[in-house]
């Protein structure tokens, strides 16, 4: 039926994962299972199973959540059924999807096409199936993956074909037609998804009549969208690295599926992808997490994102650096959906036969700083090994699109293999209480004045009016490294943030707030990835005791009143779990100009105060100046850095 790009030993492939990810199997097996009773987890179930009909009902939002109907739409549990399948060649996990497959095609029956834009925007951009998005998703990462398999099982599809053929007709014509009226400027992940979908109708079936011609338009278009979509430095432009995951991993089936068709891309495609593969490695914590910036999850996608991006590049290091921070069952666990069809990451020298990768200091390293101007990210860390400290700091505004939050100037930090002051993710899209507070810059570690956000939350994906807020400089200097933002959201308060990470050894936060009225009040807001933590209020330090690493918050140049209260942080979609938020709030009584120092000290054990020795901020021939003794050590440190600018990213 189709012409499918690997001829994919699945005997091998299922070998593999039953001897190096065992749990694998066996939590594939269990989801199985519960599709054949009807029962899923999607958008809006908050991580529970929910019977959503046997077969499913395809048009009934059980949780009233639009997400739930669209997630349902993309069929990913497909996926899971073909997969228990392949593992145990039992035709009920196979039979099921094509009950399934022919069951939604009779009761979801194509909308009558139609190119006008405010009608196509009404028809196809609606809770409902044929949601643009949806067609996109589903024949570019579903249908022909399962249409494959169902084809190697003799007769299986004889009286089928037709029916399938002719749907699958029907979404290349949408994504041909409809699509490209939407997006002129081939400027959003939609568009990315939907052009990678019709690509992969082209070349999956190149016996439709449309093919040749919709395989020419889609990679015209997804050349557009690679020029459009992403940073010179590689990020994509709205600034979740989620997002960008996402987004490059299209692009990476993108590339191998025109490789394997024997189709070029540009020049200008395949570097912007290189850089697309930094980013994605200098958007993950030491763990090998993905920082959750804006709607973003702490997962571990950046394995297929670079997993693809070795296969079409032919080069190895980010990938072999990547899995020596994860570990390797946790790289293994990542990339397995990825090995039914590139079978080649078996073969990939070095990266899963012998899974004995060397380590990090043995392969050719990224900078430890990196600098994206055009998303105002920066990410710098001590070093390359798991045990590295690390921060991601942003300050982006106006913010690209919904996806961003209201946190300019906040970071994450993760020292010693341990998230410690961090962003706390996205939660979910639609619930608008929790979805407000993960999106709030109270909930992440940033400054505010007078207890506001310093723009207006409208609705999930839509702010209010926003002022200028950038990165100014990053300067690395051997023994510590710093970068300094700026926003001006509070005007006519204006409030500068410089982070210094002394290697190795802290975090210093200097924060300079302007413009000031004596009732202005001023929150220091600090997200700890741990459930218990203790205030000193004599030396103003906040300090965990939960985890094998801890950290203590120290803050000195006004006097501030700490209060703890329960928070959560959603690691993935839909999930959550506790955490704790310490806000230090200073409550006015001057005017003009107000500064903190903040020193962030992660320890080992019972937390020692006498490790913090003493803390001040002054003023010293018209500067300030932070100083510290910290152990055995001290520091002065100036609040605006002139110095030279050697080091400069």
Partial sequence: MNNLPHVCNFTEVCNYIRRYSPDYIQRTMHSADMALQGKLILSGTRGQWLVVGNPPEWHDNKVNNNGYIWM???????????????????????????????????????????VDVKEAQRVYGSVDPWRQLEVGERVGNVWPFVIRVMDQIPGMLDSARPTILKSILDHGRILREVCPKFWPNADHNYYLTEMWGLYSIALNFPALEESAEWGAFAQQELERCMSSQFSKQGGQLEGCPS????????????????????ISLSEAFVERFRQAMNYC??????????????DSDADYKAAVTLSLGALFLGENNLVRLLQSLMGEQKFVNAIIPLLFDYPELLSLTGLLNSLNVPAAEELDEPPRVFWDKELDQVSIRSDWSRQAFSVFFVCRTPVYNGHAHIDPSSFDFTAWGQPLVVDPGRYNYWWLEERRKFKSAAWHNTLTIN?????????SWEYGPQKQGKIEYVVDSGDWI????????????????????????????????????????VQLNWHLDAVQSHWNEDRQIAYTQSNEVNVAVWTAGRKVYGERKEASISDKMDHLRPSTRVIMSDYGGMAGVRRYATVLFPFRGKFQQDQLRSLEVYEKNGQAFCQMKLDHSSYEVVFKYYGKQEGEA
């Avoid at 997002?243 to 025109?258: D, Q, S, W």
């Avoid at 490695?281 to 804006?294: A, E, K, L, Y």
């Avoid at 509070?490 to 009732?519: A, K, N, W």
């Fill in 482 to 521: 710093r970068a300094s933002a700026v926003h001006h959201n509070y005007e006519p308060i204006i409030h500068r943030r410089d982070l210094v990470m002394f290697t190795g050894q802290f975090l210093l936060v200097l924060d300079e707030v302007s413009g000031l009225t004596e009732q202005d009040t």
């Fill in 243 to 262: 997002y960008h995951n996402f987004t490059t991993i299209y692009m990476g089936k993108v590339a191998l599926l025109a490789r394997k068709n024997g």
């Fill in 451 to 459: 207890g506001k956000d310093p723009f207006e939350y409208l609705s």
């Fill in 72 to 114: 349902l739409n993309r069929m990913n549990h497909w996926l899971i059924l073909t997969y228990a399948y392949l593992f145990s060649n039992q035709r009920k996990y196979i039979d099921r999807v094509l009950l399934e497959l022919l069951d939604w095609i009779e009761s979801c029956p194509a909308p009558a096409l139609t």
């Fill in 281 to 294: 490695i200098q958007t993950c914590r030491p763990t090998g997490q993905v920082v959750p910036w804006g």
